[in-house]
């Protein structure tokens, strides 16, 4: 495969250079990777996908295993249409229940059950372990420092702080 990045026309934006199309395909491969595997694993442990049992995780750090919908939406960085769906089934499931919230009639709690906490709490080794196979396992203790910089850096630039700001779960 010729890797040669096509020229820009005059006015188009810089293309990648060579050694930027590497670095960015295989932080592509890696991450499709990554998901894959993780996804696998929580559902074969736990019968759910890893951004289930990211929501899971959120909620029982939570004071009160408790959050606004919201609050949770923003932080697994999805609509709250997809949160929404994600806690029907979380609630299916027995693991998780929703609590209007009293001081404002549309907004509502998730909660994490007792039932949901001893899932997360079975759940947890194995996912660790995956992680820890899949990563930290791989890497130097300087090489997890400079990741954990470069993704602080790269997720800090894509949230915009300012109010009306276009992303998916502000919406």
Known sequence: MNTAPIPPSAGESRWLTTEEQRVWRSYIEAATLLEDHLDRQLQRDA??????????????ESPRRRLRMTELARYAKITRSRLSHAVARLEKNGWVR??????????????????????????????????????????????????????????????????????????
């Open 47 to 60: 019968g759910m996908p890893h951004v289930y049992y990211g929501l899971l995780v959120k909620l029982a």
């Open 98 to 171: 929703r609590e209007d919230c009293p001081s404002d009639k549309r907004g509502q709690f998730a909660i994490l059950t007792d039932e949901g906490y001893e899932v997360l709490r079975r759940t947890a080794p194995g996912h660790v372990d995956a992680v820890r196979q899949a990563v930290f396992d791989r890497l130097t203790p300087e090489q997890q420092k400079s990741l954990g910089e470069i993704m602080r850096i790269v997720a800090e630039g894509l949230q915009p702080c300012e109010a009306g700001a276009d992303l998916p779960w502000l919406r």
